[in-house]
């Protein structure tokens, strides 16, 4: 069984670029979310996608936007970078979208905005 | 919404002693309740769950955590720490009547385990 992979590893930016960042689900889980976590903190939700559709939104601009595709890989792009997005990006995958489904993260994105 | 408070940033401990790292919650609502484990440079990794039943959940590494809902609780425990515990860990929080499975993380505490 394959777990949550997410491309590239590392990434480096200049204010005002944009960038995709991309995440292949556990075999058989159905939903995507996306996490922001920044230096010394803890993961912050960015939002969810079920069956290609957003699914749930936390307190992010519109410049995050995400897909996901019949293979229910995803990918979040971010518009317009400012230095403050620097952090490292989690996806995690659930088996249903249900609130109690556990979520399993993978090894993140580690975004650099210069 | 939900909030999580993890009291201790740093829970320095000697190997073979017992820790414990306190996490409370706030919410309106039932809450189902969680704890990740954060080696550096990984992805989180789920510890445990507690989503109903028997209060007390325990891990298949010695870690236990016990759901107090009159405290709004949810400290995990273990009585001997090994070197290899050395790492972060997350209480994190998902409404149980919300649509979709979000999570709202604490600030982390780092277990740090000296021989």
């Known amino acids: 069984e394959t777990g949550v992979t997410q491309s590239p590893t590392h990434l480096i930016k200049t204010r005002g670029q944009q960038v995709t960042l991309r995440c292949s689900s556990q075999?058989?889980?159905?939903?995507v979310s996306w996490y922001q976590q920044a230096l010394g903190q803890g993961p912050q939700f960015i939002f969810q996608?079920?069956?290609?559709?957003?699914?749930g939104r936390g307190n992010f601009p519109p410049r995050f936007s995400g897909l996901q595709f019949p293979n229910y890989s995803s990918e979040l792009n971010v518009n317009a970078l400012e230095l403050d997005d620097s952090a490292l990006y989690l996806c995690?995958?659930?088996?249903?979208?249900?609130?109690?489904?556990?979520?399993?993260f993978g090894p993140g994105t580690r975004l650099t905005v210069l | 919404a939900q909030s999580v408070t993890q009291l201790d940033s740093q829970v320095p401990v000697f190997e073979e002693a017992p820790v414990e790292l306190r996490c409370n919650y706030s919410?309106?609502?039932?809450?189902?309740l969680f704890w990740y484990v954060q080696y550096p440079n990984q992805g989180l990794q789920l510890l445990l769950k507690?989503?109903?039943?028997?209060?007390l959940v325990k891990s298949i590494n010695g870690f236990e955590a016990e759901f107090n809902k009159s405290q709004t609780s949810f400290h995990l425990r273990k009585p001997s720490v090994h070197i290899s515990d050395t790492a972060e860990y997350f209480c994190?929080?998902?409404?149980?009547?919300?649509?979709?499975?979000?999570?709202?993380f604490g600030k982390g505490t780092m277990l740090l385990v000296s021989p």
């Open positions: 994190a929080v998902s409404a149980s009547n919300s649509g979709y499975s979000t999570l709202t």
């Open positions: 075999s058989g889980h159905n939903t």
């Open positions: 996608y079920y069956r290609e559709e957003e699914n």
């Open positions: 995690a995958s659930s088996l249903v979208a249900a609130s109690g489904a556990p979520q399993y």
């Open positions: 919410s309106s609502v039932s809450v189902y």
């Open positions: 507690y989503l109903s039943g028997s209060t």
